[in-house]
């Protein structure tokens, strides 16, 4: 079955970083489009940043733009997502999922991981 594990989260200060990665297996990762999503403290996911199968593009929430960055391995099936200059509001748990076709924003897969806590605080 489809298994998608989140690590890397943590607790930083305002303007640090860090580097999030998400396992996946089965289903055949190097297919799919990956998005990681955030959730902050209530029931909303929110798109962050999504790259294509064979990593040639990608697209990123405006509120991290210029701050974050997605890439992949699929020889790993994995996707990473790297986390820079980061703020208060950026406290939340991430996800990542694959997407179900070219509109970004939906989810291919109903079953999330647990995801990884992102704590910004000073």
């Known amino acids: 079955q489809v298994q998608l594990v989140e690590s890397g989260g943590g607790s930083v200060q305002p303007g640090g970083s860090l580097r999030l990665s998400c396992a996946a297996s089965?289903?055949?990762?190097?297919?799919?489009?990956m998005s990681w999503y955030r959730q902050p403290p209530g029931p909303d996911r929110y798109l962050v940043a999504a790259i294509t199968s064979a990593g040639e593009k990608t697209d990123y929430a405006e509120f991290v733009k210029g701050r974050f960055t997605i890439s992949r391995d699929n020889a790993k099936n994995a996707v990473y997502l790297q986390m820079n200059s980061l703020k208060p509001d950026d406290t939340a748990v991430y996800y990542c999922n694959a997407e179900s076709g070219t509109t970004l924003g939906m989810p291919r897969f109903g079953s999330w991981g647990q995801g990884t806590q992102v704590t910004v605080s000073s």
């Open positions: 089965g289903f055949t990762f190097s297919r799919y489009t």
